[in-house]
């Protein structure tokens, strides 16, 4: 029986996905940099197996839904340890390197005040530091869509950014209504800090990624020279 050119392509791609059914599905060999790897999807078969290293966790997907966690193992076979009932649904794993965070900086301003009491206006901002716990891994992976591969410099930026989104209103809402003078504000710190933890504690960006905020220093606030300089005036006026 004689096979014409697209038959020889065709039987080769139905080797390489049977090859690929029962290949053991492992980690990649990558930088310490990357948190989560997703597995490429594969037709579950009695000869798939699974290898979680030592120092990853892993989460298994049938058909692109998390379902349960898998312990480090060495060639663990699939369907001898899980059920018969997942052979030809579609598999693929989260694998998860155990890291924790290292703090990181955080920092915002050019937030406009308008405190009418004081009759002080000017652009305020603050820094400090922060450290981030991911407490639901299938909820980072799905809050990083068509990622196979998701860094702890990526959590680390859009937690930054969540931080600004959530602290801009704040800031600006704390100091208008403060009775407190734009030269005292370092006095208010401590309370500025309990009520923006307090807020990032319930924040859906947050929850939704499945990160919290683990520890937040808030250093220093920092306002305009220019407006600052505006402030004095107003006052030796």
Same mark, same amino acid.
């Given at each position: 029986?004689?096979? %014409?050119?697209?038959?020889?392509?065709?039987?080769?791609?139905?080797?390489?996905?049977?090859?690929?059914? %029962?290949?053991?599905?492992?980690?990649?060999?990558?930088?310490? %940099?990357?948190?989560? $790897?997703?597995?490429?999807?594969?037709?579950?078969?009695?000869? &798939?197996?699974?290898?979680?290293?030592?120092?990853?966790?892993?989460?298994?997907?049938?058909?692109?839904?998390?379902?349960?966690?898998?312990?480090?193992?060495?060639?663990?076979? @699939?369907?001898?340890?899980?059920?018969?009932?997942?052979?030809?649904?579609?598999?693929?794993? /989260?694998?998860?390197?155990?890291?924790? @965070? /290292?703090? #990181? $900086?955080?920092?915002?301003? *050019?937030?406009?005040?308008?405190? /009418?009491?004081?009759?002080?206006?000017?652009? +305020?901002?603050? %820094?400090?530091?922060?450290?981030?716990?991911?407490?639901?891994?299938?909820?980072?992976?799905?809050?990083?869509? *068509?990622?196979?591969?998701?860094?702890?410099? $990526?959590?680390?930026?859009?937690?930054? #950014?969540?931080?600004?989104?959530?602290? &801009?209103? +704040?800031? #600006?809402?704390?100091?208008? =209504?403060?009775?407190? #003078?734009?030269?005292?504000? =370092?006095?208010?710190? !401590?309370?500025?800090?309990?009520?923006?933890?307090?807020?990032?504690?319930?924040?859906?960006? @947050?929850? =939704?990624?499945?990160?919290?905020?683990?520890?937040?220093?808030?250093? !220093?606030?920092?306002? =305009?020279?220019?407006?600052?300089?505006?402030?004095?005036?107003?006052?030796?006026?």
């Amino acid at each position: 029986m004689q096979m %014409n050119a697209a038959g020889e392509i065709e039987k080769r791609e139905v080797a390489d996905m049977f090859g690929k059914k %029962n290949r053991t599905i492992e980690p990649a060999k990558v930088n310490e %940099n990357v948190l989560i $790897q997703l597995s490429a999807p594969v037709a579950v078969t009695k000869k &798939t197996k699974i290898t979680v290293p030592s120092h990853y966790r892993a989460i298994a997907y049938i058909d692109q839904k998390p379902l349960f966690r898998i312990d480090p193992c060495v060639d663990k076979e @699939f369907v001898k340890t899980y059920g018969k009932e997942y052979v030809g649904k579609s598999l693929s794993v /989260a694998f998860i390197m155990v890291h924790s @965070f /290292a703090q #990181s $900086q955080w920092g915002f301003g *050019n937030i406009p005040v308008n405190n /009418a009491r004081l009759k002080e206006a000017y652009r +305020i901002g603050a %820094n400090g530091k922060f450290s981030i716990e991911v407490v639901d891994y299938a909820k980072a992976i799905h809050a990083f869509p *068509n990622h196979s591969q998701i860094t702890i410099d $990526q959590i680390r930026e859009k937690a930054i #950014s969540t931080l600004k989104t959530v602290g &801009t209103p +704040i800031m #600006s809402d704390y100091f208008s =209504n403060t009775t407190t #003078s734009v030269f005292e504000m =370092n006095s208010l710190i !401590s309370d500025f800090r309990e009520k923006f933890v307090e807020a990032l504690a319930s924040e859906k960006l @947050f929850i =939704n990624m499945g990160v919290k905020v683990d520890t937040l220093t808030v250093d !220093s606030f920092h306002v =305009n020279e220019e407006d600052l300089e505006m402030i004095r005036s107003h006052i030796n006026g």
